[in-house]
């Protein structure tokens, strides 16, 4: 997931130890002894994509080193590998989530891990205890995988002097993974194995920095895919700042699909895709001309594109006159079902929730991320200690909201005065063109606004990119599409085929 970074800490507190030692002993934090990493390996058997698969679950952590080969951080994994796999022709696939300051749970007990965390569709959670169920939907059949947690999710950490924000940035934090991607290729004797790369949400963005790092020098680590589920890779067309109308040439789509699923769209056509493929055309057409055109826009083609902007949003022309044809999803979350009292998700827009003050511009919270955080922490935490055996004694694992300011700055990309665009799909071009073998697998959910499917195909249809070798899905649900048991097996059926090379 991707969307804040919200500032908090681990924090290791010695209360154990006498005040007085101390006194005696003034020791600096980096002189103090780091103890071993934490690791607990397990065998189990499960049934994944129709196969008797026994594996070997591996978690705990790794200590990442400085030059004199002190351990400055400790990344945070679990792998799962099947049991007499051939190590040189068994694909292996790294995955993580996003924030940036979000572990890895989401798709771990959410997708893709041997056992999943099964919730409602679309509804709230409620309390637990939450089922833990067996997940044939894991792609343990065609690929190892392994789970990664950066520094501030998760149990991850700084460790000695080093500090955490020092990783907390898009290149930083990139860095860290391609050296945990290269100990842990070391480590498992899988150099020559066919290898895959992604995440979700700014999981994406951190997956074509790393891209970049493995791929973008003379020791390279080849990869044969880049998995990118809900995308975003370009920060600046979405910014929602006075002057930029992308935006809303952007969001128009996801607008559209969302006013089709909750019914407020007149003789709607019968799929999301064909009122995806309406809003798409209206968008970059006359939507778009009007919004370039600002104040020399004429009345008469104001009025016309303002009765089209009604139709595919739902909202009335009333308010959209109101909103110079302009409307930002924070508005549209509470307007669309107002008259029903409700407002609709973020991340999925297909969850409901009733706010303090109905009358706000903005909605109270995301009802579509309070409706499965519960169920996700409290899986992560219990399946790690109950199924995995992980002995982390009082630290809790740190499912969102670890990480502080984040350094979005790219070296390559500043302009004359300095000013920043961040967009790391060029990376992806480039390594396109130069690796003949990579693919990339593009996931999208129809109701997702934190990563809008049209912003994702803008991004990737510039110059610079082969088209053949870009694969897009879509899906019924949001961001994070596998909530919809439907399209968690659709999901896990095209990662299958785009692994088996399908």
Do not use: C
């Not at 020791?219 to 935006?247: C, H, K, R, W, Y």
């Not at 006013?259 to 895709?273: D, F, G, L, M, R």
């Not at 809003?279 to 006359?286: D, E, K, L, V």
Request: proline share 6%; glycine share 10%; charged share 25%.
């Amino acid at each position: 997931m991707r969307f804040s970074t919200i500032p908090a800490a681990i924090a290791l507190a010695a209360l154990s130890v006498p005040v007085s030692a101390f006194a005696a002993d003034e020791k600096k934090p980096d002189d103090i002894a780091i103890p071993a990493p934490i690791m607990s390996v397990t065998k189990h058997k499960g049934n994944f994509g129709g196969q008797a698969i026994g594996y070997t679950a591996t978690t705990g952590e790794t200590y990442l080193t400085d030059k004199d080969g002190k351990p400055v951080a400790a990344i945070f994994a679990t792998s799962y590998v099947k049991d007499g796999g051939d190590p040189k022709s068994r694909p292996v696939t790294f995955l993580f989530n996003g924030g940036p300051g979000s572990g890895s749970l989401w798709l771990h007990m959410g997708a893709f891990g041997p056992k999943r965390v099964a919730i409602p569709n679309a509804l709230d959670d409620g309390a637990p205890p939450y089922p833990l169920v067996d997940n044939p939907d894991s792609l343990l059949d065609v690929t190892d995988i392994v789970f990664i947690d950066p520094v501030g999710t998760g149990f991850a950490r700084a460790l000695g002097k080093k500090e955490a924000k020092d990783y907390w940035g898009v290149s930083a934090d990139a860095k860290s993974i391609a050296e945990f991607i290269r100990l842990w290729l070391n480590r498992n004797g899988r150099w020559n194995a066919p290898k895959y790369l992604g995440g979700e949400s700014y999981g994406t963005t951190r997956s074509v920095a790393v891209l970049k790092e493995l791929e973008g020098s003379y020791n390279d680590v080849a990869l044969n895919g880049i998995i990118l589920i809900s995308t975003i890779l370009d920060f600046g067309a979405p910014a929602e700042v006075q002057g930029n109308e992308m935006p809303y040439i952007l969001n128009l789509p996801s607008m559209a699909t969302t006013a089709w699923y909750h019914k407020k769209i007149p003789n709607p056509p019968a799929s999301a895709a064909e009122i995806a493929a309406e809003a798409r055309a209206f968008a970059i057409g006359p939507y778009a001309a009007a919004l370039l055109k600002g104040n020399q826009l004429g009345a008469e083609e104001r009025a016309s594109v303002r009765t089209a902007l009604a139709r595919l949003t739902g909202l009335s022309e009333a308010f959209l006159d109101k909103a110079n044809l302009r409307v930002l999803p924070g508005r549209f979350y509470k307007e669309l079902l107002r008259d029903r009292g409700l407002s609709i998700g973020r991340l999925d827009t297909r969850y409901t929730g009733v706010d303090y003050d109905q009358a706000g511009e903005e909605p109270d919270n995301d009802p579509s991320f309070y409706a499965i955080d519960g169920a996700y922490s409290a899986a992560i935490n219990s399946y790690l200690r109950d199924d995995l055996k992980l002995k982390m004694d009082d630290r809790s694992y740190v499912t969102i909201g670890g990480v502080g300011d984040w350094d979005w700055k790219l070296a390559d990309q500043r302009g004359r005065d300095g000013e920043v665009y961040v967009n790391v799909a060029p990376y992806l071009g480039k390594a396109l063109r130069e690796n003949s073998g990579l693919r990339v697998f593009v996931g999208q959910g129809w109701y997702d606004f934190a990563t809008p499917f049209f912003g994702a195909e803008y991004s990737l249809s510039r110059p610079g990119f082969d088209p053949a070798r870009i694969r897009f899905h879509y899906y019924d649900a949001g961001h994070m599409m596998y909530v919809r048991p439907e399209d968690l097996h659709k999901l896990s059926a095209d990662l299958r085929a785009f692994i088996r090379g399908n």
